[in-house]
């Protein structure tokens, strides 16, 4: 059964970079045909798409955030990272991992909360 | 970007009732469109893809209809454990946008 847990620091410095590890057990990120994704929810809020990573290495990003981000895999260690960078307060949320295909995220990790404070 | 304007953005209604949420998207996305349930303090659960193709476990009370631009998403007999917040998602073009949320009480 797939397994997915984000991990990283909880606490983050305004202008500083965000970074997110999503640790896949139960299956293999170098399984073809999936999308390995990240989608935040600010504190009493909706939902925001951040990005998605395929197996080969295509990524595609939300476009307002598309300068800061960047989304890797690292095969070796079967496991995916988020990387944004000159955070602000509006980037506290929690941070979702999901794998799914192009059509949307379908199997979510439990989210893991990072606030931007000084 | 496609948006997605989801409504109403809160309900109420009683255990048995049938309830329906809608979504539309700026622009034709054929039936490229998901929704989801999230319960408070949970990760959001995969529903429905396609519009209307139920994924698998979902309870059949539950059900997707549209395409293009107007979407509904219809609960019928609501029961207790249906109290959640619904979300659309469409996938046209390689990028994905969520609707603002549905949350779903019961009376």
């Known amino acids: 059964q797939l397994h997915m847990q984000e991990s990283g620091s909880g606490l983050v410095k305004p202008s500083q970079t965000l970074s997110l590890t999503c640790a896949v057990s139960?299956?293999?990120?170098?399984?073809?045909?999936?999308?390995w994704s990240w989608i935040r929810q600010p504190p009493g809020k909706g939902l925001e798409w951040i990005g998605y990573i395929y197996y080969s290495g295509s990524s595609y990003y939300n476009q307002s955030l598309k300068s800061r981000v960047t989304i890797s895999v690292d095969r070796s260690k079967n496991q995916f990272s988020l990387k944004l960078n000159s955070v602000t307060a509006a980037d506290t949320a929690v941070y979702y991992c999901?794998?799914?295909f192009g059509s949307g995220p379908q199997d979510w990790g439990p989210g893991t909360l990072v606030t931007v404070s000084s | 970007d496609i948006q997605m304007t989801q409504s109403p953005s809160s309900l109420s209604a009683s255990v048995g009732d049938r309830v329906t949420i809608t979504c539309q998207a700026s622009?034709?996305?054929?039936?490229?469109l998901n929704w989801y349930q999230q319960k408070p303090g949970k990760a959001p659960k995969f529903l429905i893809y396609?519009?209307?193709s139920l994924d698998t476990g979902v309870p059949s009370r539950f059900s997707g209809s549209g395409s293009g631009t107007h979407f509904n998403f219809t609960i019928n007999n609501l029961q207790p454990e249906d109290s959640a917040t619904y979300y659309c998602?469409?996938?046209?073009?390689?990028?994905?946008?969520f609707g603002q949320g549905t949350k779903v009480e019961i009376k």
């Open positions: 622009h034709d996305i054929r039936n490229f």
């Open positions: 139960g299956g293999s990120i170098s399984s073809g045909g999936y999308t």
């Open positions: 999901a794998r799914g």
């Open positions: 396609d519009a209307s």
């Open positions: 998602q469409q996938y046209d073009n390689l990028r994905w946008t």
